[in-house]
């Protein structure tokens, strides 16, 4: 199976194990966690392009699981989130992972944040080193095996 194509069905995979627990999914360290992640993820290389920006927005407004919360909450959280990361990658970064690390108390919602890294990274079909480094981080700020997701 081609890379691409195993990117694609671990996105769906983790997609699929989202909406399964979408109802679980409804709390407000939950939301700020994902959000976190999502611009986690869409600035891993430490810049973001405004198509790149675009797309994780739209993603997030079409999620299932996501759509627990309003549209433009969550859109202006990400911008947030992802404003810290562009004005000072490593300084918003820290302050971004404290937002991830608020799922840590519910298990549940810890690894869907993780699950949601990973479709938002996949999401284009090539989730790339930098971005699995930051799952991965993420993953210890959750304290999750990274290898639990393939990373």
Same mark, same amino acid.
């Given at each position: 199976?081609?890379?691409?194509?195993?990117?694609?069905? *671990?996105?769906?995979?983790?997609?699929?194990?989202? #909406?399964?627990?979408?109802?679980?999914?409804?709390?407000? *360290?939950?939301?700020?966690? *994902?959000?976190?992640?999502?611009?986690?993820?869409?600035?891993?290389?430490?810049?973001?392009?405004?198509?790149?920006?675009?797309?994780?927005?739209?993603?997030?407004?079409?999620?299932?699981?996501?759509?627990?919360?309003?549209?433009?909450?969550?859109?202006?959280?990400?911008?947030?989130?992802?404003?810290?990361?562009?004005?000072?990658?490593?300084?918003?970064?820290? *302050?971004? !992972?404290?937002?991830?690390?608020?799922?840590?108390?519910?298990?549940?919602?810890?690894?869907?944040?993780?699950?949601?890294?990973?479709?938002?990274?996949?999401?284009?079909?090539?989730?790339?080193?930098?971005?699995?480094?930051?799952?991965? #981080?993420?993953?210890?700020?959750?304290?999750?095996?990274?290898?639990?997701?393939? !990373?």
């Amino acid at each position: 199976m081609a890379l691409w194509d195993r990117i694609k069905e *671990s996105a769906q995979t983790m997609q699929t194990q989202l #909406e399964a627990k979408k109802n679980d999914l409804k709390s407000g *360290s939950f939301r700020d966690a *994902s959000m976190a992640m999502c611009a986690l993820v869409a600035a891993a290389d430490g810049t973001i392009e405004p198509a790149e920006r675009q797309r994780v927005a739209q993603l997030i407004a079409t999620n299932e699981v996501l759509k627990n919360f309003a549209a433009d909450d969550l859109q202006r959280r990400f911008d947030d989130y992802l404003n810290k990361l562009t004005t000072d990658f490593a300084f918003g970064k820290v *302050s971004v !992972l404290q937002e991830v690390a608020k799922a840590k108390k519910k298990p549940a919602e810890a690894r869907a944040v993780i699950q949601i890294g990973i479709v938002i990274g996949g999401a284009d079909g090539d989730f790339d080193k930098t971005e699995q480094a930051v799952v991965r #981080e993420a993953c210890f700020t959750l304290d999750l095996p990274p290898h639990e997701f393939d !990373l």
